[in-house]
T-cell receptor
Framework: DTEVTQTPKHLVMGMTNKKSLKCEQH?????MYWYKQKAKKPPELMFV???????INESVPSRFSPECPNSSLLNLHLHALQPEDSALYLC?????????????FGPGTRLTVL | AQSVTQLDSQVPVFEEAPVELRCNYS??????LFWYVQYPNQGLQLLLK??????LVKGINGFEAEFNKSQTSFHLRKPSVHISDTAEYFC???????????FGQGTRLTINP
């Protein structure tokens, strides 16, 4: 199974809402990533978890809160978002956190903030 | 810090014609290089990667790329494209010892019948 799944596929939320994005993989990978992708732009790294510990936070605003409950799951908790946070949020995983590893991407959650 | 430049934002070609998508990188240390493809409304999929060894790398779907250290380039080629190759293509670089993957701005490949 080389699949990374993400739920939900689409999410519309108001600026005062609290919601969560979920990502799951069953490849035994020990590194997981969150990316943000705006339309017609490349993915931008937000967070990296390596062996369930946060290893990279790319100066992401605190209204985005990642969580890695176990090696297969990655969540992104959202609170008090702004309209400019509307984007495709991609999750990825790799064997470990080494830069030589292929990253396997999920299909993304398309987030709209009203 | 590493950076990636994809020289063409859009490349239109006719079906069955050859194509080359250009990528240049900048880094002060050794790097790993990747090409990913993103089909509409999907995540990214790895086409091929260069880690070390032979500078000509073959990937999936008939794509290949050549690493040129002196020109700091990693251009992607396919001898004959199909309609199904229409997608966004991203070149990416990771520095040795680092976890972070940095993407270029992407090249939109459009195949005309």
């Amino acid at each position: 199974d080389t699949e990374v799944t993400q739920t939900p596929k689409h999410l519309v939320m108001g600026m005062t809402n609290k919601k969560s994005l979920k990502c799951e993989q069953h490849m035994g990978h020990r590194a997981m990533y969150w990316y943000k992708q705006k339309a017609k732009k490349p993915p931008e790294l937000m967070f990296v978890y390596s062996y369930e510990k946060l290893s990279i936070n790319e100066s992401v605003p605190s209204r985005f809160s990642p969580e890695c409950p176990n090696s297969s799951l990655l969540n992104l908790h959202l609170h008090a978002l702004q309209p400019e946070d509307s984007a495709l949020y991609l999750c990825a995983s790799s064997q470990d956190g080494g830069g030589y590893n292929e990253q396997f991407f999920g299909p993304g959650t398309r987030l709209t903030v009203l | 810090a590493q950076s990636v430049t994809q020289l063409d934002s859009q490349v239109p070609v006719f079906e069955e014609a050859p194509v080359e998508l250009r990528c240049n990188y900048s880094s002060s240390v050794s790097v790993y290089l990747f090409w990913y493809v993103q089909y509409p409304n999907q995540g990214l999929q790895l086409l091929l990667k260069y880690l070390s060894g032979s500078t000509l790398v073959k990937g999936i779907n008939g794509f290949e790329a050549e690493f040129n250290k002196s020109q700091t380039s990693f251009h992607l080629r396919k001898p004959s494209v199909h309609i199904s190759d229409t997608a966004e293509y991203f070149c990416a670089v990771s520095e040795q010892g680092a976890q972070k993957l940095v993407f270029g701005q992407g090249t939109r490949l459009t195949i005309n019948p």
